[in-house]
């Protein structure tokens, strides 16, 4: 029998945000500042067309925000590299660390599925050594899909134990599509989510953390649980 896995998101339920934090936002800021701009001002189309994007189904390039940019704003923005591990882990959600050595002392596979681009995510969590913890890391475009698209499982061979993330209508949504048992991680109330029009009904998790301390026991529960028989496809 295959070895299980648990999958993750990355941005808001890892860490939070690295290529927006230490790659994006500083060139936003120094770009508007050049034009005299606030950078919310200059800001708001970027999020606006992709906003546009995601509503005409272009989930995969409404997270192209090099190619926004191009298009918005006739820039280059610059690409985001390998940095010291000490500035990523400091974006590191609580309890993170600690968890993913105790899981990898389990019976189980780990995965990353993130709407990132790979060539946005994986410079950090090369950064991280997280390449070298998670077996695999699956972004938009190594798919050419994105959550809450239940394709987005596809590379993983094997059974999926459950998925973790922050998103309602993107992770908590992909799991039931999936029928892979859902973990909302949600230390606060996010209202972020890119709602997908073809599903109206406000999907429930399986189970709610507000911490990573209490998922160890929770994914040895799962483990002689099995994965459920059926799950609502919203």
Same mark, same amino acid.
């Given at each position: 029998?295959?070895?299980?896995?648990?999958?993750?998101?990355?941005?808001?339920?890892?860490?939070?945000?690295?290529?927006?934090?230490?790659?994006?936002?500083?060139?936003?800021?120094?770009?508007?500042?050049?034009?005299?701009?606030?950078?919310?001002?200059?800001?708001?189309?970027?999020?606006?067309?992709?906003?546009?994007?995601?509503?005409?189904?272009?989930?995969?390039?409404?997270?192209?925000?090099?190619?926004?940019?191009?298009?918005?704003?006739?820039?280059?923005?610059?690409?985001?590299?390998?940095?010291?591990? %000490?500035? !990523?882990?400091?974006?590191?959600?609580?309890? #993170?660390?600690?968890? $993913?050595?105790?899981? +990898?002392? =389990?019976?189980?596979?780990?995965?990353?599925?993130?709407?990132?681009?790979?060539?946005?995510?994986?410079?950090?969590?090369?950064?991280?050594?997280?390449?070298?913890?998670?077996?695999?890391?699956?972004?938009?475009?190594?798919?050419?899909?994105?959550?809450?698209?239940?394709?987005?499982?596809?590379?993983?061979?094997?059974?999926?134990?459950?998925?973790?993330?922050?998103?309602?209508? %993107?992770? !908590?949504?992909?799991?039931?599509?999936?029928? #892979?048992?859902?973990? $909302?991680?949600?230390? +606060?109330? =996010?209202?972020?989510?890119?709602?997908?029009?073809?599903?109206?009904?406000?999907?429930?998790?399986?189970?709610?953390?507000?911490?990573?301390?209490?998922?160890?026991?929770?994914?040895?529960?799962?483990?002689?649980?099995?994965?459920?028989?059926?799950?609502?496809?919203?």
């Amino acid at each position: 029998m295959l070895t299980p896995w648990i999958t993750f998101d990355l941005d808001g339920t890892l860490v939070k945000n690295p290529y927006w934090r230490l790659t994006l936002f500083p060139w936003i800021q120094k770009e508007s500042a050049r034009r005299r701009l606030d950078w919310q001002d200059f800001w708001q189309p970027i999020a606006d067309e992709g906003q546009h994007r995601w509503d005409q189904g272009l989930w995969v390039d409404a997270y192209d925000w090099s190619d926004i940019i191009r298009r918005v704003w006739k820039e280059e923005p610059p690409e985001p590299s390998m940095v010291p591990w %000490h500035q !990523v882990a400091s974006l590191t959600l609580p309890g #993170v660390l600690w968890l $993913l050595s105790v899981l +990898k002392t =389990y019976p189980i596979r780990l995965g990353i599925i993130t709407n990132g681009l790979e060539r946005n995510q994986m410079p950090f969590i090369k950064s991280l050594g997280w390449d070298q913890i998670f077996d695999t890391v699956v972004t938009t475009n190594k798919v050419t899909r994105c959550k809450p698209d239940p394709r987005v499982f596809s590379l993983f061979d094997g059974p999926i134990l459950c998925h973790v993330g922050d998103r309602v209508h %993107h992770d !908590v949504l992909v799991a039931c599509r999936a029928q #892979v048992t859902s973990i $909302l991680y949600q230390p +606060k109330w =996010y209202s972020e989510d890119r709602v997908d029009p073809l599903s109206p009904a406000w999907p429930m998790p399986n189970h709610v953390i507000t911490h990573y301390w209490g998922l160890p026991k929770l994914v040895t529960h799962l483990l002689v649980a099995g994965p459920p028989a059926s799950h609502p496809n919203p």
